[in-house]
C-alpha cells in the first residue's frame, strides 16, 4: 500500500470517528449532567463532551459557570479548559482528513488567512472568544497541517482562560445574589 493511500485511509477514518462521536454525543447530550458527581473529573468529561461536537454545540459554557460556584473557581477553569482543548481535537481530526470535504465559506477562508498570517495566536484568541467559529479554526488548523502538539497547547490556554473568566463568573454570582 502507497504513503498517499495509507494517508488516504487515515483522513477518511479520522472523519468517520468524528461524524460518528459527534452524532453520538449529540443524541446522549441530556445524560451528560451526570457526571459532575465525579467533581473535578466529571468537569473535565463533560467539557471534553461538549467541545467533541461539530456544529452541534452542548452547554459546556454554561456548565462551567454553575460549577464554578460549586466548586473552586480557579481549579473548575483548569479541569474544564483542558478538557474543552482536547474535546477540539476532532475539529482538528475534520481538517486533517477531509480537506477535499470541507465546504468554502467566507469565515473559513477569513480564519485560514489569519492562520497563516498569525497561526498560534488566532487559535490562542479564537479558543478565548465564546463563538462556534472556533470549530472553524480548529478544522483550519488541521487543514494546514499545524503541529497538533502546538494547536493543542494554543487550544488549551485560551480555553482555560476563557473558563477561568466563566468559572469566576459563576461564584460571583453564587455571592452576590441572595437566592441562589
Excluded: H
Amino acid at each position: 500500500m502507497t504513503s498517499d493511500k495509507r494517508l488516504k485511509i487515515q483522513r477518511i477514518l479520522a472523519l468517520v470517528f468524528v461524524i460518528g462521536l459527534t452524532l453520538f454525543l449529540y443524541l446522549n447530550r441530556d445524560r451528560v449532567s451526570e457526571l459532575e458527581v465525579f467533581g473535578y473529573p466529571g468537569i473535565f468529561l463533560i467539557s471534553l463532551i461538549a467541545n467533541a461536537t461539530l456544529i452541534l454545540p452542548l452547554p459546556g459554557v454554561l456548565f462551567t459557570s454553575a460549577m464554578g460556584a460549586v466548586f473552586n473557581p480557579f481549579f473548575v477553569a483548569l479541569a474544564a479548559g483542558s478538557g474543552a482543548a482536547i474535546g477540539e481535537t476532532s475539529g482538528y481530526l475534520a481538517g486533517y482528513s477531509g480537506q477535499g470535504i470541507i465546504e468554502r465559506t467566507k469565515w473559513s477562508d477569513r480564519i485560514e488567512g489569519w492562520m497563516r498570517k498569525y497561526g498560534s495566536i488566532t487559535v490562542l484568541l479564537l479558543a478565548f472568544i465564546p463563538s462556534p467559529l472556533f470549530d472553524i479554526a480548529g478544522v483550519t488548523a488541521g487543514i494546514l497541517k499545524m503541529p497538533y502538539l502546538k494547536f493543542l497547547f494554543w487550544c488549551m490556554l485560551g480555553k482555560i482562560l476563557k473558563m477561568l473568566v466563566f468559572a469566576y463568573s459563576g461564584a460571583f454570582i453564587l455571592d452576590k445574589i441572595p437566592w441562589f
